[in-house]
């Protein structure tokens, strides 16, 4: 568990009470009282996996999540209520919550739960990189190899790619070298994986 581990909770006893827990399994958590001091940190946070309080004064552990689910920040959310409901846990599961658990927290249900949101959380990271990487790859093409990846996609032959570029099939196999190179890889099918994958959303 090497990813960072936010708690926000408006209540102190229970923000120590949790942060000791953790501690005792070498779990350091980084506690906010407010949630909105929390969004006001979040550009400067490194990813990590988040333990909230459903319940809180001016913004709910419900909203928070939706608000960073507004701004694009996905990270596996544990929501945590003593007043849980199937409704309230149903919404946190659909804001992208990992898991629902009742207080008093137990122990070990809360540690497999971090571990659950920071398997999730390798998992996106680790498509977002390879998202990146794909991204810079495809960036490198140049406008016309463009159009030539785009055809090779759709499973157009060389002539048919020609034809329709008004091409010679010679450019069009010169063009497809160059994109092989640029790719790293000459595989249709791997082509077509990598084209498909830069327009996939994030």
Known sequence: MNRPVYLVDDDEAVRRALGLLLSTVGIEATGFGDPQAFLAQVPKLAPGCLIVDIRMPVLSGLK???KLNEQGIDW?????????????CRRAFRNGAVDFLSKPVDEQDLIDAIQKGQDALERMLDRRAEKAETLALLAALTPREHEVLDRIAAGFTTRQIAEGLGLSPRTVESHRAAIGAKLGTTSQAEMTRLWLEGRASP
């Open 76 to 88: 596996p959310t544990i929501v945590i209520s003593g007043h849980g409901d199937i409704e309230a």
């Open 64 to 66: 928070l999540q939706e």
